[in-house]
Nanobody, 126 residues
């Protein structure tokens, strides 16, 4: 059973940057597509970004394209999300997630991810 733990969230001002990390334990993430999702108060969970097992394929939500960068270090079993030019609308709990099998490609659908972290809060003040 893979266990995912996010870290790096916090309270920042608009225009600031943050880097989120997601550490996997109890198993390897090196063979699996990983993703970041977020959920703002009163809203449904939404897709942020996804990356293939080897880092070759990446996909971003339109709302974060050009500002966020997803990355991974398989040797460290860690997923990252670099967030620049943060905006108040980026305020949410951010979750990392993992697809089940190596053959599972990148996806923006939360239903296709089987392992989830507990989330880390990101708050952006104006």
């Amino acid at each position: 059973q893979v266990h995912l733990v996010e870290s790096g969230g916090g309270l920042v001002q608009a225009g600031d940057s943050l880097r989120l990390s997601c550490a996997a334990s109890g198993g390897t993430m090196s063979n699996n597509t990983m993703g970041w999702f977020r959920q703002a108060p009163g809203k449904e969970r939404e897709f942020v970004s996804t990356i293939s097992w080897n880092g070759v394929y990446r996909l971003y939500a339109d709302s974060v394209k050009g500002r966020f960068t997803i990355g991974r270090d398989n040797s460290q079993n860690t997923l990252y999300l670099r967030m620049n030019s943060l905006e108040p609308d980026d305020t949410a709990v951010y979750y990392c997630a993992m697809r089940r099998s190596r053959g599972d490609g990148i996806s923006s659908k939360s239903s296709e991810y089987v392992y989830w972290g507990q989330g880390t809060q990101v708050t952006v003040s104006s």
